[in-house]
């Protein structure tokens, strides 16, 4: 999981639409991507390189299509932890960052302790996963899953220049 840094200062316009631009595809060359916002090379390098020190921009990844890959089913688990001491937490959001199957995992507020979103081929997949993986993480009293059918929006990074701003 990446450290967790302070705010990033106040981001301008032209910030917000470098933002964008990257994060629509980040394989961008500095000088697309200058002349995409309205800016010379080099100014946009400059930006480019204080959003990725700052922490605006993360990382850069290639988005892989997992039904393609064999990969159909979403799954999404609640569960709810027997304790919650902070060494209990520790070691289940340690745990749960080592099995591949697990796309993202929050600790929540309210009727349970965990949300996990799961990718799996089939049941027979989830299964393996239940049996193999998450239940044997020490500590889980009960989970709950729901199937996703159908992905009606799926974005990986909030877009600066589109939503709204503090």
């Not at 890959?69 to 027997?82: K, Q, R, S």
């Not at 193999?132 to 990986?156: D, N």
């Amino acid at each position: 999981m990446p450290a967790k840094r302070g705010p990033v200062e106040e981001l301008d316009q032209l910030d917000r639409r470098i933002l964008s631009a990257l994060s629509e595809n980040g394989r961008l060359t500095t000088s697309a991507l200058a002349e995409q916002v309205g800016l010379s090379s080099s100014p946009c390098w400059t930006r480019v390189k204080r959003l990725e020190e700052n922490g605006a921009i993360e990382k850069y990844v290639a988005v892989l299509n997992h039904a393609n890959l064999g990969y159909n089913n979403v799954a999404f688990v609640e569960i709810t932890l027997d304790k919650h001491d902070e060494k209990v937490l520790e070691r289940f959001g340690t745990a749960l960052s080592r099995i591949p199957e697990v796309m993202e995992a929050y600790l929540v507020t309210g009727e349970y302790d965990y949300l996990i979103k799961v990718v799996v081929q089939d049941t027979d997949h989830y299964e393996r996963f239940l049996r193999q993986a998450l239940y044997r993480i020490p500590g889980i009293r009960q989970s709950r899953t729901t199937f996703g059918l159908r992905t009606l929006k799926r974005q990986i990074s909030i877009d600066p220049s589109k939503a709204g701003q503090p």
